[in-house]
């Protein structure tokens, strides 16, 4: 994770002069490396930095230092603490320390324990300085799990010290879903269950399953739809926090999880679909019965969307990545001209960060022809400077103390609970088998077809 994403967006954080004038960066690690012998190990995995020579490197990184130590051997940490003092100052150790654990869920308890036994995780209350940690994901790998991982941090850090990183709130577009909705009059008086039909939620890659260690034990459902798909979803469900606070807006997030139907409550089997694509076995290499695709049909029992069917779909290996959301409405009651179809916006996240409406408009010519076109809002036409990566954001709030776009603890249980009711009703379920560079399982088209919809996406 340090090499394609940590260290490239705290390069960029330094040319953009948005990092700390005094800090140090220590990079912890059971390799037996110097810190030069670091750097360069790390670009050799990682396309941008490669890109620098030796020296630059070290000029843009001359904060970092490595630091050998092995979790099986907490003694090799000793000197740790010493490394994270003040560097301009011998008698003075009392400063803000951010750890990231860029690891698995499993070795978390130990690190802390570690960390706490070097007396490294108190703060300096009389100087205002803070310990934070921030945690990559996956964070557990079911309701139980995350509960325990919960639990152990919660012993060590309070939770406005945990910050669980989603790096898709990071990024622009799926920021703006709160500013289209919440600052244009337009919009939300018309998003609720009276004026849409559907919504779709995608999350799909063209790339394989490559170095994904952990994907085989997760599965695509763990791996994307449980955080990447249902934050999102949250995000654009949401109802209109008091404040643009921390507190308020996780509020509202949680609200729309825990309302997520338990699969068990209604015809699962007719709800969700499951798929793997041609070839994934000899890249794993074993027998595997884990999904690189899965399509849902959800529903959110709240007030304001009570029976309007969430349509959720994530995969490796189809035709493009695209990261989208689109928001179906329903169609007029009466249209006095031919050729009406329903009003649509998308958000995509990627690949072109965008917002768009489709509307109807009259061909030119004698007549009335409808034509359906998009009104469009894209990020690399409107602002040509570069876009800052969603991780640059997230490092950057991170240092700063802002959790507004973290995850807490009670959204990462709701959004589990949600996951776990869709894999304790679909072991029986066929695992369908599609080509690499497809659209997926054709049986996915028949899965919302059978609703009189369509993939909005191709």
Sequence with gaps: MSANYLLPALWRMALDKLLPQNFRLVAVGRRDFDTAGYLDFISKKSRHLKLLGREAR??????LVYYRGDLDNPSS??????????????NYACFNRLYYFATAPEFFPKITSILNNAGLLKACAGHNRQVRVLIEKPFGSDLKTAKVLNRTLLKYFSEEQIYRIDHYQGKETVQNLMVVRFANSLFEPLWNKNFISHIEVSVLYDDRVGERAYFDQAGILRDAVQNHALQMLAMILMDEPRELLTKYICDEKVKILEALRPFKKYGAKDSVLRGQYLGYTKEVGRTSHSETYAALKAFVDSPRWKGVP?????????????????????????CLFRGCAANVMTFRIQPDESVRLRINNKVPGFGINLHQADWEF????????????????????F????????IRSDEIEAAWEFIDSVRDTW?????????PGSRGPKEADKFVAKDGHEWWTK
């Design 58 to 63: 070290k000029k843009i990184f001359k904060n």
């Design 77 to 90: 940490f000793s000197g740790l603490a010493d490394l994270l003092q003040d560097p301009k100052s011998s």
């Design 310 to 334: 969430i349509y959720i779909r994530s995969g490796l290996a189809l035709r493009k990545k695209i990261i989208e959301i689109s928001i179906h409405f329903k169609d007029l009651p009466r």
């Design 378 to 397: 894209s990020y690399q036409a409107a602002f040509q400077n570069r876009i800052a990566g969603a991780y640059e954001r997230l490092i950057l709030d």
């Design 399 to 406: 240092i700063e103390g802002d959790q507004r776009l973290f």
């Design 427 to 435: 072991s029986g379920l066929p695992l369908l088998k599609y080509q």
